[in-house]
């Protein structure tokens, strides 16, 4: 399995790029899965199901499965932080890719989306796990590099970036 990272501030188009590399990856033949880190406690279930009511009376993890769709919900008695790699951990062997939107401090290999507009800082001078910057807004990046720049608009040319340099993102799941 190839992993890469996708890491940017709010708003630089960090989930747009990834929603849009899904069915662009596919339509190469491969499988993609995402790990996604979210900031704040949030939900997957409602008020009422089944899967909520079994969570609320307690129970440490709640897996629901049909014949299309598995999900594993597990609560943490006290706050406690995951690594990139302990999700990915988680995740079906079967998997081609595995693009990670955020965990942007940690030690994959990743694609920075930046945005001139946000008027965010970018980071690829301080981060030696950036291997590409995706930007709508080449001739305004902060600092000259030599890393790969690529369209954030065009899905599939970074797509076809991901798939040349397929072998770069191996995963040790070691």
Do not use: C
């Not at 030690?107 to 930007?135: C, H, N, Q, S």
């Amino acid at each position: 399995m190839k992993v890469i990272g996708f890491a940017g501030f709010s708003g630089s188009g960090k989930t747009t790029l990834v929603e849009r590399l899904i069915p662009a990856l596919r339509l190469r033949g491969q499988r993609v899965s995402v790990v996604k880190h979210a900031h704040h406690k949030f939900d997957i279930d409602h008020p009422g199901k089944d899967t909520r009511r079994h969570r609320e009376a307690g129970a440490f993890e709640v897996v629901v499965a049909s014949n299309q769709r598995l999900a594993l919900m597990r609560e943490f008695e006290k706050p406690g932080a995951l690594s990139v790699h302990h999700l990915i951990a988680e995740l079906y062997d079967g998997v081609d890719w595995v693009l990670v939107e955020g965990f942007k401090e940690s030690d994959i290999l990743k694609i920075e989306v930046w945005r001139a507009v946000t008027g965010k800082p970018a980071r690829y001078m301080e981060d030696d796990f950036v291997v590409a910057i995706a930007t709508d807004s080449p001739a305004q990046m902060p600092h000259p590099t030599t890393r790969d720049v690529l369209d954030l608009n065009d899905s599939d040319a970074v797509a076809d970036w991901l798939m040349a340099h397929a072998d770069r993102f191996e995963y040790d799941r070691g």
